[in-house]
């Protein structure tokens, strides 16, 4: 069985994503919902679960420290969030971070996402 290969950057796994045509970004926006970009819908934290979370660290510059959560709504739709992290954060105010907190997670293995 060939393995799937490995993905170590954030434009690795957004490639990937495209190319299964999960490229839909979520994000913020100025009414304290997210909306999907490619899908066009506006989600509440309970309409959305984190399914796996990567997070990529420069080598010398903090500033390019970032994390990717990749998101399932109700209907099976995955789309994704990027952010830097930390005070790098590109949201401002807490209602971003508030949001995420209030999504629940559920870990997903990167084969059943890929395959």
């Known amino acids: 069985m060939e393995q799937p290969a490995e993905m170590n950057t954030l434009s690795q796994i957004l490639e990937k994503l495209r190319q299964k045509g999960l490229d839909n970004e979520i994000k913020m926006t100025d009414h304290g919902k997210m909306q999907g970009v490619g899908l066009h819908k506006i989600y509440n934290?309970?309409?959305?679960?984190?399914?796996?979370?990567?997070?990529?660290?420069?080598?010398?510059?903090?500033?390019d420290n970032s994390v990717l959560y990749l998101l399932e709504d109700k209907e099976g739709q995955i789309g994704y969030i990027i952010d830097a992290y930390g005070m790098y954060s590109s949201q401002e105010g807490t209602g971003f971070d508030d949001f995420l907190k209030k999504i629940p997670t559920a870990d997903r293995d990167l084969q059943e996402l890929f395959k």
């Open 45 to 63: 934290p309970e309409d959305l679960t984190i399914i796996k979370t990567y997070r990529f660290e420069g080598d010398s510059d903090p500033g």
